[in-house]
């Protein structure tokens, strides 16, 4: 008797942790945001593509960031780059219009035309589920601490690298990493 119940303890302990692990996220795939426009806009449509996720900001010293990111876009949007814009009023309060204005500012202002999400919260334990899956899969270390920070993921989902808010979008830091990302099946 002592035996069957261990085995079906163990049994139900197995099933446990098999729901568990497909019930988190494990990849950037996994997640989803809202789009400014409204509506879900969920990652996985881009799934075999890679992604560079960047906060942004309209009154940011970085802003002019933009213009660079629509560059990338247009660069290797063909060869499966998508580059994806999300708003967030983190830091400095620099970001603190309503989605409308943020998308009438940006494709105003720099002819922005990839994917913009609505405002989120990128930092701290309120961050977006994206945002505390990429802390927890780079480190603390690389979460955002500051607008336009750049996080690129594979085409398979996982995690790249981070890159902060100096590191301009068509730098040949960032470029080179694009480049592998898009080389890599």
């Not at 814009?85 to 309503?98: M, R, T």
């Amino acid at each position: 008797m002592r035996m069957l119940l261990a085995a079906l303890a163990a049994a139900i302990m197995l099933t446990m942790a098999h729901a568990s692990a497909r019930a988190e996220p494990h990849g950037a795939f996994d997640h989803a945001f809202e789009a400014i426009e409204g509506g879900e806009l969920p990652l996985a449509q881009w799934r075999g593509k890679a992604l560079l996720v960047v906060n942004t900001a309209s009154f940011c010293g970085f802003t002019r960031q933009y213009e660079g990111l629509q560059a990338l876009w247009e660069r290797y949007q063909a060869r499966g780059l998508v580059v994806i814009g999300v708003p967030s009023n983190d830091f400095g309060e620099q970001e603190p219009k309503a989605e409308a204005e943020i998308l009438g500012f940006c494709k105003g202002a720099f002819g922005v035309t990839f994917p913009l999400t609505a405002k989120v919260v990128v930092k701290g334990a309120q961050a977006h589920p994206f945002y505390a899956w990429a802390r927890a899969a780079s480190g603390a270390g690389n979460a955002p601490r500051w607008n336009f920070h750049k996080y690129l993921v594979g085409r398979d989902g996982r995690l790249i690298g981070g890159y902060e808010s100096r590191v301009e979008p068509l730098s040949p830091e960032l470029t080179k990493a694009i480049e592998a990302a898009l080389a890599r099946p």
